[in-house]
């Protein structure tokens, strides 16, 4: 059964090491999320991604070489703005997740995706208070217990915060 582990790393670079320390470990780029916010203000990216939500809660956006290598081969790389939250950068399957219509004003932006992709509601809330705050989410997932544990102790050996997986609270 496949579950997902995720953590908050506390900046991009901690970001940046950890999706590193993860494609390192023989996970897929395709099966590691991030999602930061986008303070950037500037036009100097290079990659368009457009996604279309019809309740409006995630609009167009830009992304750039800028975020890094690592996170730059993650799948669907793009900008988002989800009300409440403002503008983020996702890479991987969270940005399905959050451009496709499960989010609207009755999911409840961002914490309404997370809760859509099995956590729990007081931890979904939690990292999205993290994530307004600066911080960076991180998920992967994962086919086994083994990959469930391996993955874990990449984010604890990378001092993550909030580690925790689907079905489970944060340790």
Same mark, same amino acid.
């Given at each position: 059964m496949t579950k997902a582990v995720f953590c908050i790393a506390q900046n991009t670079d901690q970001a940046e090491s950890i999706v590193n320390d993860l494609i390192i470990a023989n996970?897929?780029?395709?099966d590691i999320s991030v999602l930061f916010p986008d303070k950037s203000t500037t036009q100097d990216f290079?990659?368009?991604k457009h996604t279309k939500a019809p309740e409006g809660a995630a609009i167009g956006g830009s992304v750039g070489l800028g975020t890094g290598a690592?996170?730059?081969?993650?799948?669907?790389?793009?900008a988002l703005a989800i009300p409440g939250v /403002?503008? !983020? &950068?996702?890479?991987g399957p969270i940005m399905g997740a959050l451009s496709g219509a499960a989010v609207g004003a =009755?999911?409840?932006?961002?914490? /309404?995706? !997370? &809760?859509?992709?099995g956590i729990p509601?007081?931890?979904?809330?939690?990292y999205e208070?993290?994530? =307004?705050?600066g911080n960076a989410l991180i998920s992967v997932h994962t086919a086994s217990s083994e990959e469930v544990?391996?993955?874990?102790?990449?984010?604890e050996e990378a001092h993550a915060e909030d580690i925790s997986s689907t079905g489970e609270s944060s340790v």
């Open positions: 996970f897929s780029n395709n290079a990659h368009e690592a996170l730059g081969l993650l799948a669907g790389i793009g /403002g503008p !983020l &950068i996702a890479a =009755a999911t409840g932006g961002l914490a /309404g995706a !997370l &809760i859509g992709l509601e007081y931890e979904a809330k939690r208070g993290k994530i =307004a705050g544990d391996r993955a874990k102790k990449i984010f």
